[in-house]
């Protein structure tokens, strides 16, 4: 399939520099690649530019009052570490809920797990103010319930235990039945009203139930990608006093938390005592790894990577985790400074994956950093193609421009500095005005939300206020993709609770829905401050850009000046350059084909272009 450049897209540059060989193509097996976010990829070289929300910073919603628990102020699952949720629910939708097939081995929570809460009896002691005292029929009740959970039926139990629970005359009882039904809406995967409910234990006091809770808690918190109500579980509790079944999900947990707070060491300190039947093992390893990069020990962080890769070998070449393990060594050698094996890690990236253009370009900083300009002109020409035209890459412009410079092809430096104003003038300009006269976060979730939606159903972008591109790298940011995910699992909840025939009608439906709706609502406005944000910041880095490509701009003048001294002085460029005596037979052996770039890109060109213009510069 060929596709035409776009105007906007190089074809005003000289293209007879450029060749393509037609390299056979490997069967890339691409069935089993899953879906994965930035957050699994490693953080980038200090030296170099890039997002800052690699792996991605936690973010919490705005506090936003929601369903009142019973017998207690509104209920929160939030709050910062170390204290208890204050009076609004608090739901963190950055959590980095690890995909299936970043687990290594596929062991998880088991229903039997998840169902150890034992099954208690109603407290029938006193203490009971007076005129609350329960009746016969309430305590048959409450005993009928509890005989619905030990004979396995959950479902038909929850919305009986919920009543109970708020019953004035069962106070003494409250807790015990909250926890059990907490644990009944945890085995039937309702995370998130699960989660309202071991909260609500844990804030109580109560200490015959707390410890349990929190065991619970972190796992409604993990399931649902929640890293708050996970700070918040890990801040009540020593990890020792966990059973060994969660441990796994606590150190795992708790190492991101370190990562994110900056303290690599006490990062590494918990994702090594992962245990390696763990489903989180595999990104344990990688994030151990990332520790070490952020701790500057990078032997000990390419012994890690090099592990991965063995545990790995059977698998595809597409392999999410291979894939991003190769990135990560090239990125690990790049912060050594160690160009060659940086760029020799870079092309182990397979074009069949999402990571591909993102090595490309961060291949292309090897070469530039390693002298290697016409290698990084031969990127450059796969890199700005018509088929990356929607990606946000203003500073591949710029660095393209800068090696013309270092070349001193000044006529195609000029190109490249009008194409870059052209490209990413109306962008800035659409961004100030947006900014400028958006001040409500759900206008700018709705278009983060069609943009997220149309590259899911891989439909046209269309009816964004905002530049497709600008629109495109949003959804690409790891917070936003965090974010959407928790949007899904609570959509997942609301689906399922309204298909039950039993949990879908009565008092406890109310209640389920009124949670679940202000959940989403905040989440939505979270997601809206978050691409607020970075389209901020993305605003800032186009006029940082726009000011440097003005001193860009102003070498290649006094460049061309100097040139045309030479020029006059009869001192320019003479004699014949490296490659004048080599012939078109030394391209086409060993099966190449070489032929001009006549302005058409091709995709199974693409990653094949080799540039063979020689340098202008006077000796």
Known sequence: MKKNINTKLFKSLSSVFFIFFAIPSFALDVSEMLPVGRENLPAFPQDLKAPTEVMGDGVRLAQVAEAPSEGSPALSA????????????????????????????????????????????????????????????????????????????????????YSLARRPDLTEERIQIKYIL??????????????????????????????????????????????????????????????????????????????????????????????????YYIQAKFNLARSYMEANMLNEALKVYQNILQLRANAPITDVNKVATYLAIARTYYQAQNWDESIHWYRKVPRDTEFWHE????????????????????????????????????????????????????????????????????????LTEFLKNQKDPLKFYTEVESAYFARKSQKPYSGLKIPVNVAKTLTDKGDIKRAFLYMKNLSDEKKKLDASPILSKGPFAVYTSKIISNRQKNTRIAIGEMARNHMTQMRADLVDFYEQAGFVRYEMINGQKESLKKKIAGKDLQGQQIDDNIKRDFYVQNGYEYYPFDGEYWLDEVGNYHYLGKQSCEQ
């Open 78 to 161: 939030g709050g910062t570490q170390g204290n208890a949720p204050d009076s609004s629910v608090e739901a963190n939708v950055s959590g980095s809920r690890s995909p299936a097939s970043v687990g290594g081995a596929s062991s998880s929570v088991s229903p039997g797990a998840r169902r150890a809460a034992p099954v208690v009896e109603a407290n029938k002691g006193g203490g009971r103010s007076a005129g609350l005292q329960a009746t016969p029929a309430v305590q048959k009740q409450l005993a009928d319930a509890l005989g619905l959970v030990k004979n396995n039926q959950c479902e038909q139990a929850i919305p009986k235990l």
């Open 182 to 279: 907490g644990n009944c809406l945890l085995e039937k995967e309702y995370n998130q009203i699960a989660a309202f409910q071991f909260v609500d234990i844990i804030r109580s006091g109560e200490s015959k139930y707390t410890r349990q809770a929190i065991e619970k808690l972190s796992v409604a918190a993990d399931e649902l990608g929640d890293d708050t109500l996970l700070q918040y579980a890990i801040s009540k509790v020593q990890i020792e006093n966990f059973p060994d079944k969660y441990k796994d999900i606590i150190y795992y947990r708790l190492g991101e938390i370190k990562l994110k707070n900056a303290q690599p060491q006490e990062a590494a300190a918990a994702f090594v005592k992962v245990s390696n039947s763990s489903r």
């Open 359 to 430: 090595a490309l370009f961060e291949q292309t900083w090897a070469y530039l950093r390693a002298a290697k300009f016409r290698s990084a002109l031969s990127n450059f020409q796969s890199h700005h193609s018509a088929y990356y035209e929607e990606f946000f890459i203003p500073e591949s412009l710029l660095l393209r421009s800068i090696v013309y410079l270092y070349i001193c092809k000044y006529s195609e430096m000029e190109k490249v500095l009008d194409l870059f104003e052209k490209s990413y003038g109306s962008v800035r300009n659409n």
